[in-house]
């Protein structure tokens, strides 16, 4: 039988890269997955050879140990691969598809599913509604940060890419359709964000920097993006964006400066709950800091995107109240201002077509505003490590890491599908990195 290997969480801190269990089409016993998912079969599902997998920062919250889960959980859940074997249920996917997977993972038959809500479909997690490959609470289907996964609901959930080749000259913006470009655009189009828009996105992590990005491509007229670190604000100033360093003082002050009104149209939440406060402030954790800001700094009548994580278990949290997920947030100037919030995991499979489309035909360079590289996956344990990320930033993704078994010629173009070793793009915000193949 074929081998396989994968990135494993040993607790907080710690991972390592491991020989794990080659998938079939069974959900097996392991570390997080609920009793009620043990042995369910998966004639519907596929096996990929992974092209290309991310470190996300909802990767990093579990690093840190600021959730619940489980030491020997299989980390991934930003997918890209080539099929190679398919469940006797599978009928359009085909063995060579080159593919795109959300990081949801829905039935595709449910009435979430159905109504387009497939972030919180019914039928693949018995703790709560909706799934994730290799993520704590998410029914315990294997994480993808590995050199082979198995995706259920194939025929539903892939996304295939129309053309090999053409894919494969652009697969470090592609793999960013399984979850980042999706969740920055869908803060974006949640908040209302259109053509002449000011908009202020909180966070210059990958997540926040695509979200900039998307906002661009919906047609805002001033993207203004705050964070702590220089070094991201940096790389989120090099594709047109505005900038405050909200270290530095009152965010709604410095929009001031830019707009000459403090008060933007739409704000995006791309922090979550590891949140920072802002001025003299700014060091200390306030997990409801972003919430309270972008109230502050949004027009009265305007909506706020909330793609940022939040959770119900923050282990680290620094007081009682956010261990359980309960946030002192000014509820009252929201609702006076008439804000509309909008929360929630992103349905990728509502936006990952249309956005295949805009990077096929070079209407938007991701990568390029996530500052996406490249590391093999046996280096995936420093790709994780503190002393990569940079200053502690207010940001929901702190990283990004693509493993990738694909060689890259020398005049660019990604050439072939390669040996198991499986490379890894990173996404990376000022020190953040991004993982590939070495060549």
């Not at 990135?7 to 016993?29: N, T």
């Not at 969740?183 to 979200?211: D, F, M, N, R």
């Not at 405050?244 to 149209?265: F, H, S, Y």
Request: proline share 6%.
């Amino acid at each position: 039988m074929t081998g396989n290997r994968g990135v494993v969480y040993q607790g907080p801190g710690r991972v390592e890269v491991e020989d794990i269990a080659y998938p079939d089409f069974v959900l097996r016993d392991g570390p997080g997955v609920n009793p009620a998912n043990v042995g369910r079969e998966v004639p519907h599902g596929v096996i990929l050879k992974v092209v290309a997998t991310n470190i996300c920062g909802s990767d990093q919250h579990m690093v840190r140990g600021r959730t619940t889960a489980p030491q020997g959980l299989v980390l991934g859940h930003e997918i890209t691969g080539e099929v190679v074997e398919r469940g006797p249920d599978v009928e359009f996917v085909q063995v060579g598809d080159l593919v795109s997977v959300p990081f949801n993972i829905a039935c595709g038959r449910c009435v979430n599913c159905k109504a387009r809500h497939t972030e919180i479909c019914l039928n693949v997690n018995p703790d709560r509604p909706g799934s994730a490959y290799g993520y704590v609470d998410m029914g315990g289907w294997v994480g993808g940060q590995a050199q082979y996964a198995l995706v259920p609901y194939a025929d539903w959930n892939l996304l295939r890419f129309p053309d090999r080749d053409q894919a494969l000259e652009r697969i470090m913006d592609l793999t960013m359709l399984s979850d980042i470009f999706p969740t920055g655009y869908h803060g974006c189009v949640s908040a209302g964000v259109g053509v002449g828009s000011t908009v202020y996105v909180a966070g210059a992590g990958p997540v926040g920097l695509a979200a900039a990005a998307s906002a661009q491509l919906l047609g805002a007229a001033v993207v203004i993006v705050g964070d702590l670190n220089e070094d991201r604000l940096a790389q989120a100033r090099g594709f047109g964006c505005e900038t405050v360093n909200v270290a530095e003082g009152d965010p709604g002050d410095q929009i001031e400066q830019l707009l000459g009104v403090p008060a933007v149209d739409c704000a995006v939440d791309a922090v979550g709950f590891e949140a920072h406060g802002t001025g003299d402030q700014a060091a200390k954790e306030a997990p409801a800091s972003v919430l309270n800001t972008a109230m502050d700094v949004t027009k009265a009548g305007g909506a706020i995107g909330i793609p940022g994580l939040y959770v119900t278990g923050d282990p680290g949290a620094a007081d009682e109240a956010a261990k359980v997920g309960s946030l002192s947030i000014r509820f009252g100037l929201g609702w006076s201002k008439s804000h509309a919030f909008f929360t929630g995991q992103c349905p990728v499979m509502k936006y990952h077509r249309e956005l295949m489309a805009a990077i096929l035909n070079d209407r938007v360079r991701i990568a390029d505003a996530v500052n996406a590289v490249a590391i093999p996956l046996e280096d995936a344990p420093e790709g994780t490590s503190p002393s990569t990320r940079g200053p502690r930033a207010s940001t929901c993704s702190t990283r990004t890491a693509t493993w990738a078994p694909a060689d890259r010629a020398a005049n660019g173009s990604w050439a072939r599908l390669a040996d198991h070793r499986s490379p890894v793009v990173h996404r990376r915000a000022g020190l953040l990195p991004v993982i590939s193949r070495d060549t």
